[in-house]
């Protein structure tokens, strides 16, 4: 027992204790969106971005460059100061948990989505368009209630993957300072995605890094969700090799075909019209699948971190 006692108090486990409590406290604490850190990070984000990028032909390199640039300008002083007060601080696990709490945050993500749920079933579309619309960058205001229930899935799955999952492998792999560095750049990313017109080239720098961050998460994300909602075509789909390359496309055919509703299609971004590939199952969603959907999302967030548990354990005690 002892002995026992003596393995997981290992120093090197702390960060998969910190793990479970900051993922506990933030399915209860949820900080107002006007005074979280991320919102002002976006609000700078979006500010720089709209002074710097124009969609003007022949400046490619030039906005591709700026993109390069933006973050770097908006991360070093931020990087530095926080390091500073990590190399300060008395206790550093309880400053790198502070980051992650901050970083995390997808109750609200949750909580949005069963009010664009409940707005859906009570047929008030207007409610239901304002409230997705914080939640993605495609067009909504001519989205049908089948359209909204299929942008709303497909921000959740996609969401779970880069939004939690990937903040947490973060975390486990190089602390709370990356965790929050990610955390940001996924946020740059998300407001000059370049599939807006005006961040065509800008948004193209942090969007390549994002990939191959989120790359493996995403993996371990959709492995999480099919052992809560598991089919036959959904394990098909996740060894193909085809669909390997692009994690978005394996996100939504994978979980899509885990929960048998079909994804993908025709999207707006502003004006221009993107014709995205159909993935997943082969029945049109229905708007209680949104419940669906949340009610896996929420299991298979304890799966993923029971799986983060387990490897951490193998790979630390007795070591």
Known sequence: MNDLISELSKPQLFAIYSVIIVVC???WLVLPEKMHPLTFARLIAQGMAYKVSSRQSGNALQQSIAGTLAPLVLLNPFIVVLALLMYLAEYPIFFESLLLFVALRFKPIISLCQKIHKALSAEKKALARQQLQNMVLRQTASLSALGMTKACIE????????????????????????ALTYRLLFEFSHSWHCRLPRFEYFGKPVRRLM??????????????FMLVQSTGAAWRVFVQKSVLKQTRFF???????????????????????????????????????IS????????????????CIIVSLLLNIGS
């Open 25 to 27: 406290v933030e399915k």
């Open 211 to 224: 990939g191959c961050i989120q790359y493996l998460p995403a993996r371990f994300a959709s492995l999480s």
């Open 155 to 178: 921000s959740l799955l996609l969401r779970f993957s880069h939004q939690y999952c990937t903040v947490i492998i973060v975390y486990l792999v190089g602390g709370g300072i990356a």
């Open 292 to 307: 669906r959907t949340v009610l896996v999302i929420q299991r298979a967030q304890w799966v993923f971190l029971m799986v």
């Open 251 to 289: 996100i939504l055919n994978g979980q899509g075909a885990a929960l048998g509703v079909q994804l993908g299609g025709p999207v707006y971004y502003a004006q221009d019209k993107l014709r995205l590939a159909k993935c997943g199952g082969s029945r049109l969603v229905r708007t209680d699948d």
